[in-house]
């Protein structure tokens, strides 16, 4: 006797049927693409590890952030990369700092591409850490804070749609809030890192803005990536000190933490797919070795499915392509 055919091959013979069914959608509508802006004339900058994602100047960032939003995805997510660095990060809150200058030209040849800023002093600070660090070696919390909250202020002054800070500090959406509403920012949404695991996975980002911390490691403001009660705290303590969107990343060894941090918080949630997952896609992808374009939209999918409403990925512009 031959077997029933299930439910569902029956709905998979009808393409159509298919398609309604399908439980997870995927389109360019859910992408954000992140971008390296740095001082410079018409420079583009290639980072190691990371085929097809350069450093651009100002002018070429405007360039490159039309052609994405021509592609159909709605958002970019800027991360600056200074002339100089010290110890008090200060081109991070500089008014005429590269992310500052960015945002004005960005929003001023695309208004309606939404621009996200990253909000962290790792690519500021001389010793390469997301907050000031005192005598003794260790990050001062409070202090960093200050600087944050300032930070946050001068993109949205500048014009950034949303604000998202990846440092880590404790406290931090709270301190943003704080002085965003002051400041006359009351309607800049607040995209937190809620989430963030201290990863092998940022390996070639860190590369790309300079950003590798010159001693120690960032284990003690990162988490341990055996976690994920404490990522459900976090995502819940950035919902009430004001996130209106809450972030898992890295994504892909996370995706339990997506769709736990979804179920607990009910917020909006965006999912980080970082530089190391993007290189490992190219690396096999250049090595012959998987069908870059099948893995793609395989991995990114999952990410949706897995409870993101917002995926952040170096493959935007390519997927957004493949999805047309
Ligand atoms: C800054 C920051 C990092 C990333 C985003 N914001 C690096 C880090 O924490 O070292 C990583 C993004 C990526 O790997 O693509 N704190």
């Not at 933490?257 to 970082?274: F, H, L, M, Q, S």
Request: contains cysteine; negative net charge; proline residues 5%.
């Amino acid at each position: 006797m031959a077997f029933p055919a299930t439910r569902m091959r029956r709905l998979r013979k009808t393409g159509l049927l298919r398609d309604m069914v399908r439980e997870t959608e995927l389109s360019p509508s859910h992408l954000v693409y992140p971008m390296f802006v740095e001082l410079g004339t018409d420079s583009r900058s290639p980072i190691e590890g990371m085929p097809g994602i350069e450093r651009l100047s100002i002018s070429r960032a405007v360039e490159e952030a039309g052609a994405v939003h021509a592609l159909g995805v709605p958002a970019v997510l800027l991360f600056g990369i200074p002339a100089e660095k010290d110890e008090q990060a200060s081109g991070a809150y500089d008014e005429e700092g590269v992310v500052q200058l960015a945002v004005r030209a960005i929003k001023e040849a695309h208004p309606e591409l939404v621009v996200i800023t990253d909000v962290c002093l790792c690519a500021y600070t001389s010793h390469g850490h997301c907050g000031v660090v005192r005598d003794d070696g260790e990050v001062d919390n409070d202090i960093s804070l200050e600087l944050l909250a300032k930070t946050a202020n001068s993109h949205a002054a500048a014009g950034a749609d949303a604000v998202a800070p990846s440092d880590m500090m404790d406290g931090r959406v709270g301190a943003l809030r704080v002085q965003l509403d002051a400041e006359d920012h009351k309607e800049t949404p607040i995209i937190a890192y809620s989430a963030k695991f201290a990863s092998a996975f940022y390996g070639p980002f860190r590369d790309a803005a300079g950003s590798a911390p010159a001693f120690g490691d960032r284990r003690s403001y990162q988490m341990d990536p055996a976690n994920a009660d404490e990522a459900v705290r976090e995502a819940l303590l950035d919902v009430e000190e004001g996130a209106d969107v809450v972030m898992v990343k890295p994504a892909l060894p996370y995706l339990d933490v997506i769709r736990e941090v979804k179920d607990a918080t009910r917020a909006p949630v965006a999912a980080y797919n970082v530089s190391g997952e993007y290189a490992m896609v190219k690396a096999a992808a250049a090595a012959g070795q998987i069908d870059e374009r099948a893995a793609v939209l395989e991995a990114l999918t999952g990410i949706r499915r897995a409870g993101a409403d917002i995926v952040i990925t170096y493959h935007a512009k390519e997927a957004a392509e493949w999805l047309r």
